[in-house]
């Protein structure tokens, strides 16, 4: 049972870094791709963006939309 | 030996933290060429009250704010304060491109970091973000994001590290 035990823990140990080597934290400074009006999802992303900014002004509101376009995530 | 091990590796990574610019903490020095073609040191600035801003053109609140940063500066040339503008962008068409739109133009140093070596070591939450500098080149004040309803503070903040000779 102990043997069972480490075995588990051992695959556990040696699994996890290469199921997570590909998570990380991607900076404020390093958003200039993500931030680009393309990586909106949407089939035509830049009039979507034109779309979704009449929406904000005939609303009075803004965001809820996505978060193209600018680096805090507030654009 | 296993529970040494592990509380090292709890305190390094709580400690991880603490490595980013805090108020009360010297500024990380800085060393470029401005788009001018001038040497600038951020060490070499101690005596002035330095505003540092880390932009990129595509960074919607940092184009919303770059109007107001021109107009803050041109304010107050006269004062010992100097603007540091720290753009991000890789290419150095969309930068000169949006800095070629703003009317007026900006006149303060603007440091082109392609590479974006400097946000790591000033560990920026978010793009925008800016730094007061004392003129003893202590950081005095982070501010991220930009609100146009926040220009008084920049103004308030400014004026408090103009009038603080004991620095």
Redesign the interface.
Known sequence: MKTVYRSIVLLLLIGAPALFSGCTRVQPWERESLADPIMIFDANPIEKGIEEHHLDYREGSAGGTGAQSGGCGCG | MKTNITAGWIILLLALPLYAVEVGQPAPDINGVTLEGDTLQLSHLQGKVVLID?W?S?????KQAMPFFVEFYNRHQSDDFVLLSIN???KEKNMKTFLDSLEPAPTFPILWDQQ?TL??RYE??????TYFIDKKGIVQSIH??FNPSEKAEYESTLQRLLKDDNQ
């Open positions: 880390f990129a595509w960074c919607t609140p940092c991000i962008d890789k974006a946000p790591p920026l939450a978010a793009m925008p973000t991220t994001g």
